[in-house]
């Protein structure tokens, strides 16, 4: 994770993450496979992009409203940050999970925003899907093309709703988004309390 050559890697990822998450836009109601809620929704973030970059790099408030129009319905933003808070979130208060729902999603969308600028479709091959889509968490597959050629795995993790696929996890090159917030959180949980820790975040999300 230190070597110069990673760093160069995980931060080109970490836009592409942006990108995939905010790739769930496609209408998740009308009974699509895991594999075609992707495929569709890569489509979709592409139209909506198309000649907007100069714009939206200029303008962060358009960036944001834009994005959260777009992820919000489609991202299970309750159960994401149950899974990030781990076991704090059994001795949290109900106004403590509500705040730090929110903060979560909003850090979220500050940290990686300006990913979508770097989104084009024609990097991104989704693969065959393998996983069961019975069962009620699955896994999509993609393989992200970065500017060097470089080959990136990045696959997504969606959990089965009443209203469709809503996105819960990513993982880049076996990464996983929810591990690497987890083990942020419990340490400055452990050493700070909760609370601190959901102001930290309120304020780095400008709440």
Same mark, same amino acid.
């Given at each position: ?35 075609? @809620? ?5 489509? %979709? #973030?592409?139209?909506?992009? =198309? $000649?907007?970059? !100069? ?7 358009a ?15 309750k ?11 059994r001795?949290?208060?109900d ?5 730090? @729902? ?5 850090? %979220? #969308?500050?940290?990686?925003? =300006? $990913?979508?600028? !770097? ?15 019975s ?73």
């Open positions: 994770m230190n070597r110069p050559s990673q760093k160069i890697t995980i931060r080109h990822c970490a836009l592409v993450i942006a990108t995939c998450v905010f790739w769930l836009a496609s209408a998740l109601a009308a009974g699509l496979s895991p594999n075609e @809620t992707i495929e569709e929704a890569v489509a %979709l #973030l592409s139209e909506q992009m =198309d $000649g907007r970059k !100069e714009e939206l790099s200029a303008d962060k408030d960036l944001y409203a834009m994005i959260n129009g777009i992820l919000l319905p489609r991202f299970d933003k159960y994401a940050a149950r899974l990030v808070l781990g076991k704090h979130s001795k949290a208060s106004e403590q999970r509500h705040r730090f @729902t929110e903060a979560f999603y909003h850090t %979220l #969308l500050q940290r990686y925003s =300006d $990913g979508l600028l !770097e989104f084009s479709a024609d990097r991104i091959a989704v693969l065959p899907y393998r996983d069961d889509a069962k009620k968490t699955t896994t999509v597959k993609t393989i992200v093309r970065l500017e060097d050629d470089t080959k990136v795995p990045v696959n997504y993790v969606l959990r089965k709703k009443d209203v469709g696929w809503q996105m819960i996890d990513v993982t880049v090159e076996g990464i996983s988004y929810v591990r690497n917030f987890r083990a942020e959180i419990d340490s400055e949980t452990r050493s700070a309390g909760l609370s601190k820790v959901i102001e930290r975040l309120e304020t780095e999300a400008g709440m």
